[in-house]
């Protein structure tokens, strides 16, 4: 089983690379027409540039997966804010995009907890559409595939109520939103099992998230469940992808650690390895790249991995049977 790691926004061991330079709807409030602008292009620029840096520290050092932030952007989706973010920057965003195409990088978004497509709110809901539209701006102006991954959203009124009005909202969006959507199951209310169901029907690819899973179990074993998993993605062509995160504490088990457990990881290997060929594995930590370098290189002393960089390995455990 092929293996390649990847890790979100940051760089945390690089300041100087950090690209999430925002602005607060309130400030843009107190400045002038000309300071706004000034301020918004300043912060944009910077961060496309240190985006690409980013990219290159990556192939570097064998990361070539990787989840970029849409705070890079200050306040796109805010309505009341008329400032072109594409076409001064387009010679910045091909630039980023080549660099992606020429390295085979694999990027995607995580939209956060206020993208809600199935809220009992219209408004909510319609932010969330602005949200979208926004993520494949950025995608198409980069000249790539827009992939974002979501989470079904509101559970108020019960699950079946929830994920019909998910698949309502679904309906309405224009194809090429709908072509970029993943979705993952939660911590709290969509199961593994909710969400496959929901991804068959829908027919769009899932994200199976490892801790969401131990905090928000299923009935169904791993052995019945994974074999599906990887088979919505056999329409997109992509590699399938997962996220994997070590709990903060026994007390605090939902909380995302600093690190990742190696050990752990390891086991979620041998449970993976019987039904994939190739993953895609991002690690969601806040030691983010400095986390993937140490997981990689406890990893390489283990049996049955086979490392090539720091992001990439070969799991090769002969008591996986496929």
Known sequence: MKVRLGYVAGPEGRQELRYA???TYRTYQTLSVEERNQKLDQMIRKNLENLLKVLKWNTAHGIYFYRFSQNMIPLATKEEVEFDY???????????????????IRLDTHPDQFCILNSTKKIVTENSIRYLEFNKKIFDAMNLPACTILHVGSGEGGKSASIERFINTWKILPESLQKMIVLENDDRTFHTKDVLELCQRIKVPFVFDYHHHLCNPCEESLEILLPQIRNTWKQSNLIPKMHFSSPKSATSF?????????????????????FYDSVDIMLECKGKELALQK??????????????????FDFTNKDCEK
């Open 86 to 104: 594409i076409t001064p920057y387009q010679t910045l965003y091909q630039e980023i995009g080549n660099y992606v195409k020429k390295n085979g």
């Open 254 to 274: 939902r909380a995302h650690n600093r690190w990742i457990e190696a050990f752990r990881f390891y086991d979620f290997l041998k449970v993976i390895a019987p």
């Open 295 to 312: 997981l990689s290189h406890v990893l390489r002393f283990l049996p049955s991995i086979h490392r090539f960089t720091d992001g990439i």
């Open 21 to 23: 330079h925002t602005m």
